[in-house]
């Protein structure tokens, strides 16, 4: 699972453009949102198409359970584990 972390952590940073931060830098424990990181929503529907266009998992914003999801690099990528698709990195 953490080999996955630091790939989530990294896809993070691509994908956001986080200019100055380390995969190292992030930790997987800690929220994403306000606190941590310090992402907004509109962060939150570009992770998610990032998510989608490297694992395959599908979110969908009425989910209830979003908030949990992307709540830290460690729930995203039990996520991602519990539902990438087949052949997708």
Known sequence: MEDL???IK????????L???TPEAIDAGAPLFVEGLGLD???ALEL???????????????DARNREVF????????FVA???QDGVR
Do not use: F, H
Request: glycine share 4%; proline share 0%; no cysteine.
């Open 19 to 21: 200019e100055g931060v």
């Open 82 to 84: 519990a539902n990438r």
């Open 10 to 17: 990294s896809l993070i940073i691509q994908s956001l453009n």
């Open 48 to 62: 998610a198409m990032a998510l989608r266009q490297r694992y395959g998992v599908r979110t969908s914003a009425d």
């Open 71 to 78: 709540a830290s690099v460690r729930s995203l990528a039990q």
């Open 41 to 43: 929503s509109i962060d």
């Open 5 to 7: 972390e630091l790939e």
